[in-house]
């Protein structure tokens, strides 16, 4: 008598816990294929498995990347108000240092004459070479 009562125990629990389940598969014609095929089950476990060991790789090295930038935002920021600084040192003193242009204006004018005399040279150089290719073209005919 004791095994029956148990029996019926055991089986209302178990129909109790597969019930919902029988219900969703038959709700759902694709869950009982899979159910009822268990290699294309295990198939697709894999591959879920490996787009979500996929997915949070990505997300892991989204925060090692976000880490890095965190940690290194103070030295960023340190040295472009350095540079930031120095630039502005830099354009104070060369406004100071305009009392000194005069030597640099003897100098940009010396370097202007000297690129156009080497302009004129150069374009009475290339008057020689065509001269001389017209000569050598006519030796040879």
Same mark, same amino acid.
């Given at each position: 008598m004791e095994q029956i009562l148990s029996n019926r125990i055991v089986d209302q629990v178990l129909?109790?816990?597969? =019930?919902?389940?029988?219900?969703?598969? =038959?709700?759902?014609?694709?869950?009982?294929?899979?159910v009822s095929h268990p290699l294309w089950l295990v198939g697709l476990i894999l591959i879920g498995l490996l787009l979500l060991s996929g997915l949070f790789?990505?997300?892991? &090295?989204?925060?090692?990347?976000l880490w890095i930038f965190v940690l290194q935002a103070p030295l960023l920021l340190t040295r472009w108000i350095f540079a930031a600084i120095f630039q502005l040192l830099g354009a104070i003193f060369r406004w100071k240092g305009k009392t000194e242009k005069p030597v640099e204006n003897a100098q &940009?004018? @010396?370097?202007?004459?000297?690129?156009? @005399?080497?302009e004129v040279l150069k374009q009475e150089q290339d008057d020689l070479m065509k001269e001389a290719k017209a000569i050598l073209t006519t030796i040879r005919l």
């Open positions: 129909n109790s816990l597969t =019930a919902p389940l029988q219900k969703w598969l =038959a709700a759902h014609p694709t869950g009982y294929w899979l790789g990505a997300i892991a &090295q989204l925060t090692q990347k &940009q004018q @010396r370097l202007d004459e000297i690129l156009s @005399r080497l």
